[in-house]
């Protein structure tokens, strides 16, 4: 045979590097935008709308001065041929007032509560010319009402109001029973009537519009998800605005509105601004609740590499025997790890291989491999299968660094050297994204957002590095917060 002598009279072989598989400068790809659903908050105190009903419905609701011809009516007795009177009819002057309490704006759930408190004082004067009493009456005015919002994002209100006599005006006079109770509703109806009007226009008060304008503004905005490894931004625009109703909780309106936005993840270079557009007219907003953003999870392939060499440098160390060939000594110089096609890594080792076997000679160079690593969905670690040789070198040569990377302990210890738990890049760039968006105040407004669930999506080999997509998915609430 040949070979064996070529191989002596070489003494230490150095064979032309075998050709390095392409490398692929793929880009991350583009992230797909989201659908996100904020919540807008708005809350107002009802302290407000009691002190506004309070200044417009006057203290004194009416007043009476007013003369009855007949307050007590005659007697008659029955005679037999006819009733005849036998005291005359009394008359009388009334005077008096009728005041409120302090009106009382309260509630619980969707329910509106409005109670007002009223009181009269009458006096009967010169009844027959002589007698004079005071009569007293009380009642409640009550309203219980629902909220809605109008097309100019001004609230409403929908009030179903009533009164009940807790003590009906009147008095025992001369054993007869005065009443005024028609006299009272009628003016009690008008009181009813004013606080139906006056309410909505409170509400209006609350300057919900002036409020929602800033949140509105406020939420085009463009966030610092990490500075680096690799810097990204999350992009929103706001697109829709509903009323998702409200609630009374203590003394405290709260008006739960949604935003429909549209959210961008970006990597590398800041995005421009999301120009923002006039508030829109209310409209259903018929996403779940929830921020919704990607954060991109990036391993530079110079981690890989020390870990491979490493690795290999510990199989060398327990020894390491070539078919063929018998036990060798290695030594590894370097690991070069980069991206190639079919979603695969390149990795290119250089090595000095020694055969015990005198018959053979030493040879360095460097031969390359190729590996598909792969992760579970939603799993964070990466792991290697399919590794293979790039490629043959001259066959008709016995190239040692080719039949060290081809045998199956190599290539297996370059597999477990390839697998990369992210683990750790991921919770530090949760972190980082958390601790990014978290809360901020802008002017009065305040922003506050929390990651609640993550997932995972399928690894992608990038010229950049190997590039773990993360799904975000949390809460996101812009309140006025004035300073």
Same mark, same amino acid.
């Given at each position: ?44 105190? /009802? ?13 004194? =609701? ?9 307050? #007590? ?6 005679? @037999? ?25 309260? @509630? ?45 994002? !001004? ?14 005006? @009147? ?21 009813? &009537?004013? +606080?139906?009007?006056? +309410? %909505? ?11 929602? $304008? *800033? ?13 680096? $490894? ?11 605005? *509903? ?11 709260? /008006? ?21 557009v006039p508030l829109p007219a209310p409209s259903r907003v018929a996403g779940q609740p929830g921020l919704r953003f990607f954060i991109p999870v990036l391993a530079d392939y110079a981690q890989l590499e020390p870990v491979v060499l490493r690795t290999l440098r510990k199989l060398a160390a327990k020894g390491i025997t070539l078919t063929g060939i018998g036990p060798v ?13 079919? $979603?695969?890594?390149?990795? @290119? ?5 020694? %055969? ?21 969905? $939603?799993? !964070? ?28 302990? #190599? ?24 601790? &990014?968006?978290? &809360?901020?105040? !802008? ?10 669930? #993550? ?5 992608? #080999?990038?010229? &950049? *590095?190997?590039? =773990? ?15």
């Amino acid at each position: 045979m040949l070979v064996i002598p070529v191989l002596l009279a070489a003494g230490c072989a150095r064979h032309a590097p075998a050709p390095a598989p392409p490398r692929i400068e793929s880009a991350i790809a583009p992230f797909p935008d989201q659908t996100s659903t904020i919540v807008v908050p708005v809350t107002a105190r /009802l302290d407000q709308l009691e002190r506004g009903l309070d200044l417009r419905t006057p203290r004194v =609701l009416w007043t009476i001065d007013e003369h009855r011809d007949k307050c #007590v009516k005659g007697k008659r007795v029955d005679l @037999g041929i006819g009733r005849v009177k036998v005291t005359p009819d009394l008359g009388c002057r009334l005077v008096g007032q009728v005041t409120r309490g302090a009106i009382r704006v309260s @509630g619980k759930g969707q329910r509106l509560d409005v109670t007002m408190p009223v009181s009269a004082v009458i006096h009967i004067r010169d009844v027959g010319g002589v007698l004079s009493e005071t009569a007293t009456a009380r009642a409640i005015v009550h309203a219980t009402g629902t909220l809605g919002i109008q097309g100019d994002w !001004q609230p409403r209100a929908t009030l179903d109001l009533a009164y009940d006599w807790r003590e009906p005006p @009147g008095i025992e006079i001369a054993g007869q029973r005065i009443t005024f109770t028609s006299a009272a509703d009628a003016k009690l109806k008008r009181v009813v &009537a004013r +606080l139906e009007r006056d +309410l %909505p226009t409170e509400i209006a008060k609350l300057d919900l519009r002036r409020q929602l $304008n *800033g949140a509105w503004r406020h939420g085009f905005t463009v966030i610092e998800l990490s500075k680096r $490894n690799p810097p990204a931004w999350m992009r929103v625009a706001p697109r829709a605005l *509903g009323f998702g109703g409200y609630r009374i909780d203590g003394r405290e309106l709260r /008006l739960t509105l949604a935003a429909d936005a549209l959210t961008q993840t970006f990597v590398g270079r800041r995005p421009a601004d999301p120009t923002p557009v006039p508030l829109p007219a209310p409209s259903r907003v018929a996403g779940q609740p929830g921020l919704r953003f990607f954060i991109p999870v990036l391993a530079d392939y110079a981690q890989l590499e020390p870990v491979v060499l490493r690795t290999l440098r510990k199989l060398a160390a327990k020894g390491i025997t070539l078919t063929g060939i018998g036990p060798v000594d290695v030594d590894f110089g370097k690991v070069t790890v980069y991206a190639t096609t079919d $979603n695969r890594l390149a990795v @290119g080792v250089t090595a000095r291989v020694v %055969p015990r076997d005198r018959d053979f000679p030493a040879t360095s160079g460097q031969a390359w491999l190729t590996a598909l690593p792969y992760n579970e969905e $939603n799993s !964070q670690l990466v792991q290697a299968r399919d590794v293979q040789l790039a490629a043959d070198t001259d066959s008709d040569a016995v190239d040692l660094i080719v039949s060290l990377l081809d045998a199956t302990q #190599v290539q297996q210890a370059v597999a477990l050297a390839l697998r990369h738990d992210f683990a750790p890049d991921y919770q530090r760039v949760l972190a980082k994204a958390q601790a &990014a968006i978290g &809360a901020r105040q !802008q002017g009065d407004f305040f922003l506050s957002t929390t990651v609640d669930r #993550v997932t995972t999506g399928r690894l992608q #080999v990038t010229g &950049a *590095g190997l590039f =773990l997509p993360v799904r975000a998915e949390g809460t996101a609430r812009i309140a006025y917060r004035p300073k």
